[in-house]
């Protein structure tokens, strides 16, 4: 649920990290009086930051989950045969979504060498724990049953799950584009 409240509002993590500290710096029994009044500042200066934050306009991202959408039922659908995600110019990051042979839906996170992969899931993906990697393809592939319901939510989350946090271990920047595959 964090990734997908990350990708209605960029802020999200901030918001909450402050929140924390907050929490943390105010609501303790310091053992000695002079802590409370050395942490005052800090707690009012992550105040000001949170109500700064939560006064911003709220991102909206409707058009683009609204795409990943469409590309998913389209998928399930038998409309498309699959789409990719990618970044703009570098191409480090590349997902590919297609259906295989019996029907399930197969996502594959280009990654390279087997060790890389491993780094990059202990690090950045472990809490996607459908991901294995590919020694064929060299990538982290999933696979999602979609039953008669056509529920795509496990795949949209997982989907949005690697693509943030990927974001930082590629630094794809705000810009991915998808291209569907007719």
């Known amino acids: 649920m964090d990734c997908l409240l990350t990708l209605k509002?960029?802020?999200?993590?901030?918001?909450?990290?402050?929140?924390?500290?907050?929490?943390?710096?105010?609501?303790?029994?310091?053992?000695?009086?002079?802590?409370?009044?050395?942490?005052?500042?800090?707690?009012?200066?992550?105040?000001?930051?949170?109500?700064?934050?939560?006064?911003?306009?709220e991102f909206i991202c409707s058009d683009e989950t609204q795409i990943l959408d469409d590309a998913l039922f389209s998928l399930v659908n038998d409309e498309i045969e699959g789409?990719?995600?990618f970044d703009e110019i570098e191409m480090h990051f590349k997902m590919d979504?297609?259906?295989?042979?019996?029907?399930?839906?197969?996502?594959?996170?280009?990654v390279g060498e087997r060790a890389s992969a491993e780094q990059l899931k202990k690090h950045r993906l472990s809490d996607v724990p459908k991901l294995i990697y590919d020694e064929s393809s060299k990538s982290l592939i999933a696979l999602f049953k979609v039953d008669r319901f056509k529920n795509v939510l496990p795949i949209k989350q997982t989907i949005s799950k690697i693509v943030i946090a990927t974001n930082g271990y590629w630094g794809i920047?705000?810009?991915?584009?998808?291209?569907?595959h007719p």
């Open 9 to 57: 509002n960029p802020e999200y993590p901030k918001i909450k990290n402050l929140e924390k500290e907050i929490d943390f710096y105010s609501e303790r029994d310091w053992p000695h009086p002079k802590m409370a009044e050395y942490y005052a500042p800090k707690v009012e200066a992550f105040r000001k930051e949170l109500e700064k934050l939560k006064s911003k306009k």
């Open 83 to 85: 789409f990719s995600i």
């Open 97 to 110: 979504i297609s259906k295989n042979e019996v029907g399930e839906i197969r996502l594959d996170l280009k």
């Open 173 to 180: 920047g705000n810009t991915i584009f998808l291209k569907l």
